[in-house]
């Protein structure tokens, strides 16, 4: 079964500064991923997800961005933070397009000050 | 749009009976079913996939899933203080591919011993 290493697990920033999580997955190859946030008190929102190399697509209009440089690895990055991506950040795959379910990984638990 | 409703509570059930969790979602298509677990500061466990009308167990969980009445539903018998948890209900609509899953915002289980 695939597994999700997902770091930081805490990150405390600034207004303003970048940002960068990372993803990896072992035990699968060509997985869909996905980046979901978690406000406090909220449920998930999906961030962006990927069906392969290079492949982004964009769920909701922010100030983030998202790229997957190897099969396995899918980046979460923004130029500047705002307070309101504060959240708990999740990193998830599938091993296809059809009724396999999410798996996450253990997410990072962002603060922006 | 395709939505997924849960009580957020939080349902208080006694240590020892059946804690019972519903959700329903909007669209007659829906293909497959998840029922993942969250304690507070963690990531998203799955516990249970159903996919056909009726009742699915494992272990202490029993998934029902009835498409008719668009609403699948969790029991946990005996239950214990360990499963006090956010339980996200999530759908895969027909044909949704990577983006098809949608969660419901969770409903908060208290297990009182």
């Known amino acids: 079964s695939q597994t999700i290493h997902q770091w930081p697990a805490t990150l405390v920033q600034p207004v303003g500064s970048p940002l960068s999580l990372e993803c990896t997955v072992e035990?699968?190859?060509?997985?869909?991923l996905y980046w979901y946030r978690q406000a406090a008190g909220r449920g998930l929102q999906l961030l962006f997800y990927?069906?392969?190399?290079?492949?982004i697509s964009s769920e909701v209009p922010q100030n983030l961005s998202a790229s997957r440089p190897q099969d396995r690895q899918f980046i979460l990055s923004s130029k500047k933070l705002l307070l309101s991506d504060s959240g708990f950040y999740l990193c998830?795959?599938?091993?296809?397009?059809?009724?396999?379910?999410?798996?996450f990984g253990n997410g990072t638990r962002l603060t922006v000050t | 749009q395709k939505e997924v409703e849960q009580n957020s509570g939080p349902l208080s059930v006694p240590e020892g009976a059946i804690a019972s969790l519903n959700c329903t979602y909007s669209?007659?298509?829906?293909?497959?079913f998840f029922w993942y677990r969250q304690y507070s500061g963690k990531s998203p466990e799955l516990i249970m996939s159903?996919?056909?009308?009726g009742d699915k167990e494992d272990g202490r969980f029993t998934a029902q899933l009835n498409k008719a009445s668009q609403y699948v539903s969790l029991l946990i018998r005996d239950s214990q203080p360990s499963d006090s948890a956010t339980y996200l209900c999530?759908?895969?609509?027909?044909?949704?591919?990577?983006?098809?899953?949608?969660f419901g915002k969770g409903t908060h289980l208290i297990i009182q011993p």
């Open positions: 998830a795959c599938t091993r296809d397009r059809g009724n396999s379910p999410l798996h």
């Open positions: 035990g699968t190859s060509n997985p869909n």
């Open positions: 990927s069906v392969g190399i290079g492949q």
């Open positions: 669209d007659r298509v829906s293909q497959s």
């Open positions: 159903i996919y056909s009308n």
């Open positions: 999530a759908v895969n609509w027909k044909g949704g591919g990577a983006d098809g899953l949608t």
